[in-house]
Nanobody, 125 residues
Framework: QVQLVESGGRLVQAGGSLRLSCAVF????????MGWFRRAPGKEREFVAT????????TYADSVKGRFTVSRVNAENTVYLQMNSLKPEDTAVYYC??????????????????WGQGTQVTVSS
């Protein structure tokens, strides 16, 4: 049974930074492309970033490009999302997800097999 556990979310002021972590248990991280998604209050879940099985391939939503960086350390079985220059509109529950099919990852949440429980990020103005 694969489990994903996110951590690192908290309250932060606008302009600040956070690093989210997603630890993978029950399998080796190298078997998966990984994605980050978020759900803001009253909104649909949206794509944030994805990183392929090879860390060289990364894709970002336009809304976070240049501010967020996704990375992975396979030896630690952990994926990270570094978030800089945070804005109030970044407030959401952030989820990581694992995709066993697409080597380069996907923007589509339906392509992911496993999901974490989420971690709350709140950005105050």
């Amino acid at each position: 049974q694969v489990q994903l556990v996110e951590s690192g979310g908290r309250l932060v002021q606008a302009g600040g930074s956070l690093r989210l972590s997603c630890a993978v248990f029950g399998d080796t991280l190298s078997s998966y492309a990984m994605g980050w998604f978020r759900r803001a209050p009253g909104k649909e879940r949206e794509f944030v970033a994805t990183i392929g099985r090879s860390a060289a391939f990364k894709t970002y939503a336009d809304s976070v490009k240049g501010r967020f960086t996704v990375s992975r350390v396979n030896a630690e079985n952990t994926v990270y999302l570094q978030m800089n220059s945070l804005k109030p509109e970044d407030t959401a529950v952030y989820y990581c997800a694992a995709d066993s099919t697409f080597v380069y990852g996907s923007r589509l949440s339906t392509d992911y097999d496993y999901w974490g429980q989420g971690t709350q990020v709140t950005v105050s103005s």
